[in-house]
Protein backbone atom coordinates (compact mmCIF):
# COMPACT_ATOMS: atom_id res chain seq x y z
CA UNK A 1 0.00 0.00 0.00
CA UNK A 2 1.42 3.42 -0.93
CA UNK A 3 2.04 5.96 1.96
CA UNK A 4 -0.79 8.34 -0.07
CA UNK A 5 -3.35 5.62 0.36
CA UNK A 6 -2.27 4.83 4.03
CA UNK A 7 -2.40 8.39 4.91
CA UNK A 8 -5.83 8.44 3.47
CA UNK A 9 -7.26 5.22 5.07
CA UNK A 10 -5.70 6.45 8.65
CA UNK A 11 -7.75 10.33 7.97
CA UNK A 12 -4.73 11.72 8.47
CA UNK A 13 -5.39 13.91 5.54
CA UNK A 14 -8.34 14.72 6.91
CA UNK A 15 -7.32 15.96 10.02
CA UNK A 16 -4.82 18.19 8.91
CA UNK A 17 -7.34 19.84 6.74
CA UNK A 18 -9.62 19.89 9.96
CA UNK A 19 -6.89 21.25 11.98
CA UNK A 20 -5.52 23.89 9.67
CA UNK A 21 -9.16 25.23 9.06
CA UNK A 22 -9.46 25.71 13.27
CA UNK A 23 -6.21 26.68 13.09
CA UNK A 24 -6.70 29.35 11.28
CA UNK A 25 -10.00 30.11 12.54
CA UNK A 26 -8.39 30.46 16.16
CA UNK A 27 -5.84 33.32 14.90
CA UNK A 28 -8.35 35.17 13.15
CA UNK A 29 -10.49 35.33 16.49
CA UNK A 30 -6.77 36.36 18.08
CA UNK A 31 -6.11 38.64 15.70
CA UNK A 32 -9.42 40.88 15.70
CA UNK A 33 -11.24 39.80 18.75
CA UNK A 34 -8.19 39.87 21.58
CA UNK A 35 -7.73 44.06 20.97
CA UNK A 36 -11.04 44.43 22.05
CA UNK A 37 -10.30 42.92 25.32
CA UNK A 38 -6.98 44.93 25.90
CA UNK A 39 -5.46 41.00 25.43
CA UNK A 40 -1.68 41.94 25.23
CA UNK A 41 0.16 41.35 21.67
CA UNK A 42 2.66 38.51 22.92
CA UNK A 43 -0.75 36.77 23.82
CA UNK A 44 -1.72 36.84 20.70
CA UNK A 45 2.18 35.87 19.35
CA UNK A 46 1.91 32.76 20.97
CA UNK A 47 -1.48 31.73 20.38
CA UNK A 48 0.39 31.60 16.74
CA UNK A 49 3.26 29.91 17.93
CA UNK A 50 1.22 27.20 19.87
CA UNK A 51 -0.65 26.55 16.80
CA UNK A 52 2.11 25.74 14.43
CA UNK A 53 4.20 24.09 16.98
CA UNK A 54 0.87 21.96 17.55
CA UNK A 55 0.56 20.76 14.23
CA UNK A 56 3.05 18.05 13.45
CA UNK A 57 1.83 16.53 16.91
CA UNK A 58 -1.94 16.21 15.92
CA UNK A 59 -0.77 14.45 12.79
CA UNK A 60 1.64 12.19 14.37
CA UNK A 61 -1.79 11.36 16.50
CA UNK A 62 -3.69 10.74 13.93
CA UNK A 63 -1.73 8.00 12.39
CA UNK A 64 -1.27 6.40 14.81
CA UNK A 65 -4.69 6.21 16.81
CA UNK A 66 -8.43 6.45 15.58
CA UNK A 67 -11.37 8.10 17.77
CA UNK A 68 -13.98 4.99 17.67
CA UNK A 69 -17.21 4.59 19.28
CA UNK A 70 -15.27 2.27 22.08
CA UNK A 71 -13.26 5.17 22.47
CA UNK A 72 -9.21 5.94 21.32
CA UNK A 73 -7.60 3.30 19.83
CA UNK A 74 -4.26 2.59 18.40
CA UNK A 75 -4.81 2.01 14.22
CA UNK A 76 -3.20 -1.70 14.92
CA UNK A 77 -6.04 -2.91 16.90
CA UNK A 78 -8.90 -1.90 14.45
CA UNK A 79 -9.62 -4.42 12.00
CA UNK A 80 -9.08 -3.41 8.05
CA UNK A 81 -12.48 -4.33 7.05
CA UNK A 82 -14.19 -2.19 9.64
CA UNK A 83 -16.11 0.58 7.57
CA UNK A 84 -16.07 2.47 10.56
CA UNK A 85 -12.73 4.68 9.97
CA UNK A 86 -14.31 5.77 6.50
CA UNK A 87 -17.52 6.96 8.36
CA UNK A 88 -15.55 9.06 10.85
CA UNK A 89 -13.64 10.24 7.84
CA UNK A 90 -16.91 11.78 6.82
CA UNK A 91 -17.52 13.18 9.64
CA UNK A 92 -14.29 14.79 9.87
CA UNK A 93 -14.69 16.34 6.57
CA UNK A 94 -18.57 17.86 8.00
CA UNK A 95 -16.54 19.70 10.52
CA UNK A 96 -13.80 20.85 8.17
CA UNK A 97 -16.47 22.67 6.12
CA UNK A 98 -18.62 23.84 8.87
CA UNK A 99 -15.35 25.82 10.49
CA UNK A 100 -14.17 27.03 7.27
CA UNK A 101 -17.85 28.33 6.57
CA UNK A 102 -17.21 30.04 10.31
CA UNK A 103 -13.89 31.22 9.19
CA UNK A 104 -15.85 32.84 5.72
CA UNK A 105 -18.09 34.91 7.46
CA UNK A 106 -15.52 35.64 10.32
CA UNK A 107 -13.39 37.30 7.15
CA UNK A 108 -16.61 38.87 5.65
CA UNK A 109 -17.52 39.99 9.01
CA UNK A 110 -14.71 41.78 9.06
CA UNK A 111 -14.36 42.82 5.60
CA UNK A 112 -17.64 44.89 5.87
CA UNK A 113 -16.83 46.21 9.89
CA UNK A 114 -13.10 47.32 7.72
CA UNK A 115 -15.27 49.28 5.67
CA UNK A 116 -17.37 50.28 8.03
CA UNK A 117 -14.27 52.25 9.81
CA UNK A 118 -12.89 53.51 6.55
CA UNK A 119 -15.89 54.81 6.18
CA UNK A 120 -16.21 56.72 9.62
CA UNK A 121 -12.78 57.59 9.11
CA UNK A 122 -13.50 59.48 5.11
CA UNK A 123 -16.30 61.08 6.97
CA UNK A 124 -13.98 62.27 10.13
CA UNK A 125 -11.72 63.56 7.26
CA UNK A 126 -14.53 65.33 5.89
CA UNK A 127 -15.78 67.11 8.41
CA UNK A 128 -12.39 68.07 9.33
CA UNK A 129 -11.87 69.17 5.41
CA UNK A 130 -15.21 70.97 5.59
CA UNK A 131 -14.70 72.83 8.95
CA UNK A 132 -11.32 73.89 7.46
CA UNK A 133 -8.28 75.56 9.43
CA UNK A 134 -10.30 78.12 10.78
CA UNK A 135 -13.38 76.81 12.87
CA UNK A 136 -14.87 76.80 15.93
CA UNK A 137 -17.77 76.13 18.61
CA UNK A 138 -18.14 78.30 21.55
CA UNK A 139 -19.22 76.02 24.25
CA UNK A 140 -21.75 77.06 27.07
CA UNK A 141 -19.72 79.41 29.64
CA UNK A 142 -19.56 78.29 33.04
CA UNK A 143 -21.22 80.39 35.90
CA UNK A 144 -18.90 79.93 38.20
CA UNK A 145 -20.82 80.99 41.59
CA UNK A 146 -23.17 78.57 40.33
CA UNK A 147 -26.12 80.92 40.91
CA UNK A 148 -29.00 80.05 38.63
CA UNK A 149 -30.29 83.45 38.48
CA UNK A 150 -27.21 84.74 36.58
CA UNK A 151 -27.04 82.14 33.91
CA UNK A 152 -28.72 84.42 31.31
CA UNK A 153 -25.80 86.74 31.87
CA UNK A 154 -23.10 83.49 31.26
CA UNK A 155 -25.36 82.56 28.13
CA UNK A 156 -25.49 86.00 27.01
CA UNK A 157 -22.09 86.15 27.07
CA UNK A 158 -21.49 83.34 25.35
CA UNK A 159 -23.88 84.22 22.67
CA UNK A 160 -21.94 87.63 21.88
CA UNK A 161 -19.23 85.91 21.58
CA UNK A 162 -20.47 83.73 19.31
CA UNK A 163 -21.64 86.89 17.23
CA UNK A 164 -18.42 88.60 17.45
CA UNK A 165 -16.39 85.83 16.24
CA UNK A 166 -19.15 85.59 13.29
CA UNK A 167 -17.67 89.09 12.27
CA UNK A 168 -14.54 87.36 11.20
CA UNK A 169 -13.59 86.88 7.74
CA UNK A 170 -12.60 82.85 6.93
CA UNK A 171 -13.90 82.15 10.30
CA UNK A 172 -16.49 79.23 10.48
CA UNK A 173 -18.45 79.74 13.96
CA UNK A 174 -21.04 77.34 14.72
CA UNK A 175 -24.53 78.58 15.94
CA UNK A 176 -25.76 78.67 18.96
CA UNK A 177 -27.82 76.17 18.97
CA UNK A 178 -25.48 73.52 18.29
CA UNK A 179 -23.05 74.60 20.42
CA UNK A 180 -25.17 74.96 23.53
CA UNK A 181 -26.17 71.01 23.18
CA UNK A 182 -22.12 70.83 24.93
CA UNK A 183 -23.67 72.75 28.24
CA UNK A 184 -21.86 70.68 30.95
CA UNK A 185 -20.80 67.81 28.93
CA UNK A 186 -18.50 64.87 30.11
CA UNK A 187 -17.51 64.44 26.37
CA UNK A 188 -14.10 64.63 25.66
CA UNK A 189 -12.89 67.53 22.73
CA UNK A 190 -12.50 64.96 19.55
CA UNK A 191 -15.99 63.91 20.28
CA UNK A 192 -17.39 67.00 20.37
CA UNK A 193 -15.24 68.99 17.65
CA UNK A 194 -16.49 65.64 15.21
CA UNK A 195 -20.40 66.08 16.35
CA UNK A 196 -19.70 69.63 15.08
CA UNK A 197 -17.65 69.63 12.62
CA UNK A 198 -14.47 72.21 14.02
CA UNK A 199 -11.04 72.29 14.50
CA UNK A 200 -11.31 74.21 17.79
CA UNK A 201 -13.25 74.82 20.48
CA UNK A 202 -13.63 77.61 23.13
CA UNK A 203 -14.36 77.33 26.61
CA UNK A 204 -14.19 78.97 29.83
CA UNK A 205 -16.03 80.29 33.29
CA UNK A 206 -17.41 83.65 34.03
CA UNK A 207 -17.58 85.03 37.69
CA UNK A 208 -19.79 88.47 38.15
CA UNK A 209 -18.99 89.39 41.92
CA UNK A 210 -20.17 93.02 42.62
CA UNK A 211 -19.16 95.60 40.29
CA UNK A 212 -16.22 93.07 38.96
CA UNK A 213 -16.49 90.31 35.78
CA UNK A 214 -13.43 87.57 35.78
CA UNK A 215 -13.91 85.29 32.52
CA UNK A 216 -11.72 82.55 32.03
CA UNK A 217 -11.21 81.59 28.66
CA UNK A 218 -9.44 78.66 26.72
CA UNK A 219 -8.83 77.89 23.11
CA UNK A 220 -8.18 73.92 22.60
CA UNK A 221 -7.15 72.18 19.59
CA UNK A 222 -10.49 70.10 19.16
CA UNK A 223 -8.61 66.49 17.66
CA UNK A 224 -5.91 66.25 20.98
CA UNK A 225 -7.64 68.35 23.64
CA UNK A 226 -4.22 70.90 23.52
CA UNK A 227 -4.36 74.49 25.00
CA UNK A 228 -3.79 77.09 21.97
CA UNK A 229 -4.80 80.05 24.17
CA UNK A 230 -6.10 80.47 27.41
CA UNK A 231 -6.37 83.51 29.64
CA UNK A 232 -7.93 85.49 32.79
CA UNK A 233 -9.42 88.59 32.61
CA UNK A 234 -10.63 90.90 35.16
CA UNK A 235 -12.53 93.81 34.74
CA UNK A 236 -14.93 95.91 36.12
CA UNK A 237 -18.20 95.59 34.83
CA UNK A 238 -18.20 98.93 33.28
CA UNK A 239 -16.18 97.46 31.02
CA UNK A 240 -17.75 94.77 29.60
CA UNK A 241 -18.29 95.73 26.14
CA UNK A 242 -14.32 96.08 26.15
CA UNK A 243 -13.65 93.02 27.51
CA UNK A 244 -15.78 90.90 24.97
CA UNK A 245 -14.15 92.68 22.14
CA UNK A 246 -11.16 91.95 23.63
CA UNK A 247 -11.75 88.44 24.07
CA UNK A 248 -12.73 87.88 20.43
CA UNK A 249 -10.14 89.43 19.27
CA UNK A 250 -7.26 87.39 20.83
CA UNK A 251 -9.13 84.33 19.58
CA UNK A 252 -9.11 85.22 16.60
CA UNK A 253 -5.79 86.28 16.39
CA UNK A 254 -4.93 82.99 17.77
CA UNK A 255 -7.22 81.33 14.66
CA UNK A 256 -5.49 83.95 12.37
CA UNK A 257 -8.72 85.57 10.97
CA UNK A 258 -9.66 88.98 10.11
CA UNK A 259 -12.93 91.45 10.27
CA UNK A 260 -15.40 91.02 7.16
CA UNK A 261 -14.28 93.62 4.78
CA UNK A 262 -17.16 92.68 1.96
CA UNK A 263 -19.11 95.49 0.38
CA UNK A 264 -22.18 95.94 2.65
CA UNK A 265 -21.35 94.12 5.67
CA UNK A 266 -21.93 95.79 9.30
CA UNK A 267 -20.45 94.65 12.66
CA UNK A 268 -23.93 92.90 14.28
CA UNK A 269 -23.96 93.51 18.06
CA UNK A 270 -26.47 93.03 20.99
CA UNK A 271 -25.25 95.82 22.74
CA UNK A 272 -27.01 98.99 23.64
CA UNK A 273 -25.99 102.23 21.97
CA UNK A 274 -26.04 104.58 24.94
CA UNK A 275 -23.82 101.39 27.09
CA UNK A 276 -25.98 101.26 29.32
CA UNK A 277 -25.22 98.02 31.22
CA UNK A 278 -28.52 97.35 32.84
CA UNK A 279 -30.41 97.80 29.73
CA UNK A 280 -27.86 94.84 28.34
CA UNK A 281 -28.54 92.82 31.46
CA UNK A 282 -32.87 93.13 30.72
CA UNK A 283 -31.91 92.16 27.23
CA UNK A 284 -30.20 89.21 27.59
CA UNK A 285 -32.75 88.21 30.39
CA UNK A 286 -35.46 88.79 28.04
CA UNK A 287 -34.10 86.56 25.15
CA UNK A 288 -33.15 83.93 27.77
CA UNK A 289 -36.97 83.84 28.61
CA UNK A 290 -37.65 83.68 24.99
CA UNK A 291 -35.99 80.98 24.25
CA UNK A 292 -37.68 78.78 26.42
CA UNK A 293 -40.62 79.01 24.48
CA UNK A 294 -43.63 78.48 26.76
CA UNK A 295 -46.24 81.25 26.73
CA UNK A 296 -45.64 82.65 30.28
CA UNK A 297 -42.20 82.58 29.33
CA UNK A 298 -42.96 85.69 26.41
CA UNK A 299 -44.50 87.21 28.34
CA UNK A 300 -41.82 87.72 30.67
CA UNK A 301 -39.75 88.59 27.76
CA UNK A 302 -42.08 90.93 26.53
CA UNK A 303 -41.91 92.94 30.10
CA UNK A 304 -37.80 92.75 29.99
CA UNK A 305 -37.64 93.45 26.42
CA UNK A 306 -39.85 96.91 27.48
CA UNK A 307 -37.58 97.52 30.54
CA UNK A 308 -34.62 97.69 28.47
CA UNK A 309 -35.89 100.10 26.16
CA UNK A 310 -37.35 102.40 28.50
CA UNK A 311 -33.17 102.35 29.94
CA UNK A 312 -32.58 103.20 26.43
CA UNK A 313 -34.94 104.20 23.73
CA UNK A 314 -32.56 103.88 20.80
CA UNK A 315 -32.07 100.47 21.92
CA UNK A 316 -33.19 99.10 18.02
CA UNK A 317 -31.92 95.32 18.89
CA UNK A 318 -34.30 95.25 22.28
CA UNK A 319 -37.40 96.33 19.97
CA UNK A 320 -36.69 93.60 17.45
CA UNK A 321 -36.60 90.79 20.48
CA UNK A 322 -39.82 92.95 21.78
CA UNK A 323 -41.33 92.29 17.91
CA UNK A 324 -40.34 88.57 17.72
CA UNK A 325 -41.68 88.05 21.16
CA UNK A 326 -45.42 89.52 20.45
CA UNK A 327 -45.52 87.71 17.16
CA UNK A 328 -44.64 84.19 19.24
CA UNK A 329 -47.59 85.19 21.49
CA UNK A 330 -49.76 85.83 18.70
CA UNK A 331 -48.90 82.84 16.59
CA UNK A 332 -48.92 79.98 19.68
CA UNK A 333 -50.64 81.06 22.32
CA UNK A 334 -54.03 83.76 21.85
CA UNK A 335 -56.17 84.01 19.53
CA UNK A 336 -58.76 86.32 18.03
CA UNK A 337 -58.68 90.28 19.42
CA UNK A 338 -55.98 89.32 21.57
CA UNK A 339 -53.48 87.79 18.31
CA UNK A 340 -54.27 90.67 16.40
CA UNK A 341 -53.15 93.43 19.28
CA UNK A 342 -50.29 91.10 19.11
CA UNK A 343 -49.38 91.33 16.09
CA UNK A 344 -49.98 95.22 16.18
CA UNK A 345 -47.48 95.59 18.47
CA UNK A 346 -45.27 92.95 17.13
CA UNK A 347 -45.09 95.59 13.63
CA UNK A 348 -44.92 98.63 15.67
CA UNK A 349 -41.67 97.27 17.89
CA UNK A 350 -40.36 95.96 14.19
CA UNK A 351 -41.36 99.52 12.39
CA UNK A 352 -39.29 100.86 15.52
CA UNK A 353 -36.15 98.47 14.91
CA UNK A 354 -35.94 99.04 11.55
CA UNK A 355 -35.84 103.47 11.79
CA UNK A 356 -33.52 103.10 14.80
CA UNK A 357 -30.92 100.93 13.06
CA UNK A 358 -31.58 99.67 9.24
CA UNK A 359 -28.28 98.28 9.61
CA UNK A 360 -29.33 95.65 12.30
CA UNK A 361 -29.48 92.03 10.02
CA UNK A 362 -32.18 90.50 12.95
CA UNK A 363 -34.53 93.57 11.89
CA UNK A 364 -35.13 93.02 8.77
CA UNK A 365 -35.16 88.77 9.45
CA UNK A 366 -37.82 89.92 11.65
CA UNK A 367 -39.50 92.40 9.80
CA UNK A 368 -39.33 89.84 6.76
CA UNK A 369 -40.95 86.98 8.79
CA UNK A 370 -44.25 90.12 9.79
CA UNK A 371 -44.52 90.22 6.35
CA UNK A 372 -44.88 86.72 5.39
CA UNK A 373 -47.48 86.12 8.30
CA UNK A 374 -50.02 89.04 8.05
CA UNK A 375 -49.59 90.01 4.33
CA UNK A 376 -48.09 86.64 2.77
CA UNK A 377 -45.90 88.80 1.24
CA UNK A 378 -43.28 86.49 0.39
CA UNK A 379 -41.26 88.92 -2.26
CA UNK A 380 -40.88 91.62 0.09
CA UNK A 381 -40.05 88.94 2.73
CA UNK A 382 -37.19 87.25 0.65
CA UNK A 383 -35.79 90.87 0.01
CA UNK A 384 -35.69 91.57 4.11
CA UNK A 385 -33.94 87.57 4.10
CA UNK A 386 -30.87 88.60 1.26
CA UNK A 387 -30.55 91.96 2.57
CA UNK A 388 -30.21 90.53 6.24
CA UNK A 389 -27.17 88.46 4.64
CA UNK A 390 -25.70 91.35 3.15
CA UNK A 391 -25.40 92.95 6.05
CA UNK A 392 -24.27 89.82 8.32
CA UNK A 393 -23.09 87.24 5.79
CA UNK A 394 -23.25 84.30 8.30
CA UNK A 395 -26.93 84.91 10.06
CA UNK A 396 -28.26 81.84 10.76
CA UNK A 397 -32.04 82.94 11.32
CA UNK A 398 -31.93 84.34 7.60
CA UNK A 399 -30.62 81.34 5.91
CA UNK A 400 -33.05 79.36 7.90
CA UNK A 401 -35.69 81.83 6.40
CA UNK A 402 -34.88 81.84 3.02
CA UNK A 403 -34.72 77.50 3.45
CA UNK A 404 -38.16 77.63 4.54
CA UNK A 405 -39.25 80.39 2.04
CA UNK A 406 -37.92 78.01 -0.53
CA UNK A 407 -40.24 75.36 0.46
CA UNK A 408 -43.11 77.33 1.25
CA UNK A 409 -43.10 77.97 -3.16
CA UNK A 410 -43.18 74.22 -3.73
CA UNK A 411 -39.68 73.61 -3.80
CA UNK A 412 -38.77 71.27 -1.21
CA UNK A 413 -36.25 69.25 -3.11
CA UNK A 414 -33.75 72.73 -2.69
CA UNK A 415 -34.92 73.50 0.92
CA UNK A 416 -33.68 70.54 1.58
CA UNK A 417 -30.21 70.99 -0.03
CA UNK A 418 -30.62 74.51 1.71
CA UNK A 419 -31.31 72.75 4.98
CA UNK A 420 -28.36 70.22 4.68
CA UNK A 421 -26.13 72.97 3.73
CA UNK A 422 -26.92 74.90 6.98
CA UNK A 423 -26.38 71.90 9.14
CA UNK A 424 -22.62 72.60 8.74
CA UNK A 425 -22.88 75.81 10.63
CA UNK A 426 -25.57 73.97 13.07
CA UNK A 427 -25.39 70.42 12.95
CA UNK A 428 -27.29 69.74 16.23
CA UNK A 429 -30.28 72.03 15.32
CA UNK A 430 -33.48 69.77 16.12
CA UNK A 431 -35.84 71.98 14.22
CA UNK A 432 -34.32 71.53 10.73
CA UNK A 433 -34.39 67.92 10.82
CA UNK A 434 -38.17 68.26 11.39
CA UNK A 435 -38.83 70.75 8.73
CA UNK A 436 -36.56 68.35 6.69
CA UNK A 437 -39.08 65.22 7.54
CA UNK A 438 -41.64 67.78 6.29
CA UNK A 439 -40.03 68.55 3.13
CA UNK A 440 -39.25 64.96 2.39
CA UNK A 441 -42.04 63.39 3.13
CA UNK A 442 -43.87 66.05 0.56
CA UNK A 443 -41.69 64.07 -1.73
CA UNK A 444 -43.35 60.73 -0.58
CA UNK A 445 -39.88 59.62 0.95
CA UNK A 446 -41.42 58.45 4.25
CA UNK A 447 -38.63 56.15 5.24
CA UNK A 448 -36.30 59.44 4.99
CA UNK A 449 -38.67 61.28 6.92
CA UNK A 450 -39.40 59.07 9.86
CA UNK A 451 -35.51 59.17 10.13
CA UNK A 452 -35.01 63.03 10.41
CA UNK A 453 -38.25 63.20 12.75
CA UNK A 454 -36.81 60.33 15.11
CA UNK A 455 -33.25 62.71 15.18
CA UNK A 456 -34.76 65.96 15.88
CA UNK A 457 -36.55 63.91 18.59
CA UNK A 458 -33.59 62.27 20.01
CA UNK A 459 -32.12 65.36 20.28
CA UNK A 460 -35.03 67.61 21.56
CA UNK A 461 -37.09 64.59 23.34
CA UNK A 462 -39.61 67.08 25.16
CA UNK A 463 -40.73 69.06 21.93
CA UNK A 464 -44.09 67.83 21.32
CA UNK A 465 -44.36 69.34 17.64
CA UNK A 466 -41.61 66.60 16.85
CA UNK A 467 -43.39 63.67 18.04
CA UNK A 468 -47.23 65.05 16.54
CA UNK A 469 -45.02 64.89 13.47
CA UNK A 470 -44.24 61.37 13.85
CA UNK A 471 -47.84 60.71 14.26
CA UNK A 472 -48.60 62.00 10.85
CA UNK A 473 -45.91 60.05 8.88
CA UNK A 474 -47.30 56.88 10.37
CA UNK A 475 -50.70 57.79 9.08
CA UNK A 476 -49.36 58.81 5.87
CA UNK A 477 -48.02 54.67 6.38
CA UNK A 478 -51.11 53.61 6.97
CA UNK A 479 -50.05 52.21 10.41
CA UNK A 480 -52.67 53.41 12.63
CA UNK A 481 -51.72 51.40 15.81
CA UNK A 482 -48.36 53.21 15.77
CA UNK A 483 -49.64 56.70 15.17
CA UNK A 484 -52.32 56.12 17.93
CA UNK A 485 -49.00 54.63 20.04
CA UNK A 486 -47.00 57.73 19.88
CA UNK A 487 -50.23 60.32 19.75
CA UNK A 488 -50.67 58.52 23.17
CA UNK A 489 -47.42 59.89 24.95
CA UNK A 490 -47.05 63.75 23.20
CA UNK A 491 -47.21 65.55 26.32
CA UNK A 492 -51.11 67.04 27.56
CA UNK A 493 -51.44 70.33 25.89
CA UNK A 494 -52.55 71.43 22.39
CA UNK A 495 -50.04 69.07 20.36
CA UNK A 496 -51.17 66.14 21.75
CA UNK A 497 -55.28 67.48 20.84
CA UNK A 498 -53.90 67.46 17.43
CA UNK A 499 -52.14 64.21 17.22
CA UNK A 500 -54.72 61.93 18.92
CA UNK A 501 -57.03 63.20 16.85
CA UNK A 502 -54.91 62.75 13.75
CA UNK A 503 -54.35 58.89 14.75
CA UNK A 504 -57.70 58.69 15.45
CA UNK A 505 -59.30 59.17 11.58
CA UNK A 506 -57.36 56.21 10.09
CA UNK A 507 -58.25 53.58 13.07
CA UNK A 508 -61.24 51.44 13.03
CA UNK A 509 -63.23 53.14 16.13
CA UNK A 510 -65.55 55.83 14.19
CA UNK A 511 -66.70 56.92 17.21
CA UNK A 512 -63.38 57.47 18.45
CA UNK A 513 -62.48 59.88 15.50
CA UNK A 514 -65.44 61.76 15.51
CA UNK A 515 -64.58 62.48 19.92
CA UNK A 516 -60.78 63.21 19.50
CA UNK A 517 -62.03 65.58 16.40
CA UNK A 518 -64.71 67.64 18.20
CA UNK A 519 -61.93 67.89 21.41
CA UNK A 520 -59.73 69.38 19.35
CA UNK A 521 -62.02 71.51 18.10
CA UNK A 522 -63.59 72.57 21.12
CA UNK A 523 -60.38 73.79 22.93
CA UNK A 524 -57.90 74.66 20.12
CA UNK A 525 -59.97 76.10 17.22
CA UNK A 526 -58.28 79.71 17.89
CA UNK A 527 -54.61 78.39 17.21
CA UNK A 528 -55.14 74.93 15.18
CA UNK A 529 -57.32 75.79 12.25
CA UNK A 530 -54.67 74.47 9.71
CA UNK A 531 -54.55 71.62 11.64
CA UNK A 532 -58.25 71.08 11.88
CA UNK A 533 -58.17 71.49 7.80
CA UNK A 534 -55.34 68.51 7.91
CA UNK A 535 -57.52 66.37 9.82
CA UNK A 536 -60.79 67.00 7.39
CA UNK A 537 -58.24 66.26 4.86
CA UNK A 538 -58.27 62.32 6.24
CA UNK A 539 -61.78 62.33 6.68
CA UNK A 540 -62.29 63.04 2.77
CA UNK A 541 -64.63 66.32 3.89
CA UNK A 542 -63.19 68.43 1.72
CA UNK A 543 -65.82 71.26 2.09
CA UNK A 544 -64.95 71.36 5.76
CA UNK A 545 -61.24 71.21 4.63
CA UNK A 546 -61.46 74.72 2.62
CA UNK A 547 -63.71 76.38 5.36
CA UNK A 548 -60.79 75.97 8.23
CA UNK A 549 -58.46 76.66 5.81
CA UNK A 550 -60.34 80.44 4.92
CA UNK A 551 -60.43 80.24 9.22
CA UNK A 552 -56.39 79.41 8.81
CA UNK A 553 -56.29 82.60 7.28
CA UNK A 554 -57.90 85.05 8.84
CA UNK A 555 -55.80 83.94 11.88
CA UNK A 556 -52.61 84.60 10.19
CA UNK A 557 -51.72 80.83 10.87
CA UNK A 558 -48.47 80.03 10.47
CA UNK A 559 -49.20 76.94 9.19
CA UNK A 560 -50.23 78.06 6.23
CA UNK A 561 -46.93 78.13 5.32
CA UNK A 562 -46.53 74.42 4.50
CA UNK A 563 -49.50 74.51 2.23
CA UNK A 564 -47.58 73.13 -0.61
CA UNK A 565 -45.49 70.48 1.22
CA UNK A 566 -48.18 68.74 3.34
CA UNK A 567 -48.92 65.47 2.02
CA UNK A 568 -52.27 65.53 3.31
CA UNK A 569 -53.41 68.99 1.65
CA UNK A 570 -51.91 68.28 -1.61
CA UNK A 571 -54.66 65.63 -2.31
CA UNK A 572 -56.85 67.95 -2.91
CA UNK A 573 -54.37 69.88 -5.25
CA UNK A 574 -56.46 69.54 -8.27
CA UNK A 575 -59.64 71.19 -6.44
CA UNK A 576 -60.07 74.48 -8.10
CA UNK A 577 -60.58 76.00 -4.22
CA UNK A 578 -57.05 74.66 -3.54
CA UNK A 579 -55.59 77.19 -6.25
CA UNK A 580 -57.95 80.05 -5.36
CA UNK A 581 -56.52 79.47 -1.84
CA UNK A 582 -52.71 79.34 -2.89
CA UNK A 583 -54.09 82.61 -4.66
CA UNK A 584 -55.33 84.21 -1.59
CA UNK A 585 -52.48 83.55 0.86
CA UNK A 586 -49.77 84.66 -2.23
CA UNK A 587 -48.43 81.08 -3.52
CA UNK A 588 -47.90 79.95 -6.36
CA UNK A 589 -50.51 77.57 -8.73
CA UNK A 590 -50.04 74.13 -6.72
CA UNK A 591 -50.32 72.36 -10.29
CA UNK A 592 -47.04 74.30 -11.64
CA UNK A 593 -44.57 74.27 -8.91
CA UNK A 594 -41.40 72.14 -8.56
CA UNK A 595 -43.11 69.05 -6.10
CA UNK A 596 -46.12 68.35 -9.60
Request: charged share 25%; proline share 4%; hydrophobic share 45%.
Amino acid sequence: MSLLSELKRRNVLRVAALYAAAAWLLVQIATQVFPFFDVPNWAVRWTIVGVVCAFPLALVVSWFYELTPQGIKRDSEIDPADPSPRQRGRVVDRWTIAILALAVLLLLGNQVWSAHNATKRAERTSAQATAGPSSIAVLPLIEEGGDAAQQYFTDGLTEDLITALSQFDGLKVISRNSSFQFRNTAEDTESIGRKLGVTHLLEGSVRHDGDTVRISASLVNAADGTTVWSQRFDRKYKELFALQDQIANQVAGALTAKLMNEDGVVVQSDRPPNGDLDAYQRMLQAKFYRFRGNEDDQRKAISLYEEAIRLDPTYARAYTGLSIAWANLAGNFVSGEAAQEAYAKAREASATALSLNPNLAAAHVAHGKLLEILEFDRNGAETEYRHALQLAPNDRDAKDALALLTAERGDPERAIEQIRESLTDDPLRAVSYAKMSQYLAALGRIDEAVDATRTSIEMSPVTAAFQTRLVLLYVLRGDAKAALDVAEHVPDGSWRDIALATARQIGSDRAAADAALKNLIDHQAGNSAYQIAEVYALRKDPDQLFAWLERARTNHDPGISSLLTDPLLLRYRDDPRFAAFCAEVNLPNPLEVALR
